[in-house]
Structure formats: structure tokens, C-alpha cells
């Protein structure tokens, strides 16, 4: 058995009518007005729930195993594989990011003058 990741996305949107001169000026009236928190969605807003489920070398969408383009981009926080799937044609990344999981084979300096275990 895989161990599979279940990402649950859900999706909140409210139509505000404002009067304005232009689309851009409405646009900045409520952009102002929600980061004052004069607009805040909320349960009522939701219009959709996403459910998928997601494990590495796995097209999210089919379920074959997909290829990698070997167009890797890997820095200090990790890394973005490129991959496309041969059976349903998608494309995509996979992103990995870097965690610290403990120091490995600690060996004793000539300056270090601690005891690391035996
Ligand atoms: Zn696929």
C-alpha cells in the first residue's frame, strides 16, 4: 500500500457591486475595502470543494505513473521536477521542499574537543 497525501480545496467567491468610473477603479475600492476587512467571505461564499489525492510519480489526474523531463530545478529550499504523464498527456511539477530530518555520521574533528557517542 501507498501512503497518499488527500489535499481538500475549498473555494469561497462573492460578487460585490460597487459604483465606479472604471473596471480598475472598482477593483481598487474593493480591494481596499477587503484588506480593511470590511469584506470578509466566509461559509456562506462556498461554492466549491476539491478533493484529490496525491503521491509522488503518480499523474493526479489519471493515476499513471508519470515521466520525468530530467529539467530539474533544485535550490537550498528544495527542489521542482517536471513530469508528464504518458497516458492522459498532462504536464506538471512536482515540488519538493527541503527538511531538516538530524545530523548523520558525526565523526570527531582534530579541533572538536566533544564526545559524540561511540
Ligand atoms: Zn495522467
Redesign the pocket.
Known sequence: MKKWDVIIIETLSRIVSVEAESGEEAKEIVDTRYEQCEIMLNADDHILTEITAEHEGI?P??G?EITYSGNNIIDNNGGIFPWE?P??G?HGNESYSRKFSGHLYIKKGKKCTHVYGS
Open positions: 499523474c489526474l489519471c499513471a504523464c497516458a492522459c498532462v
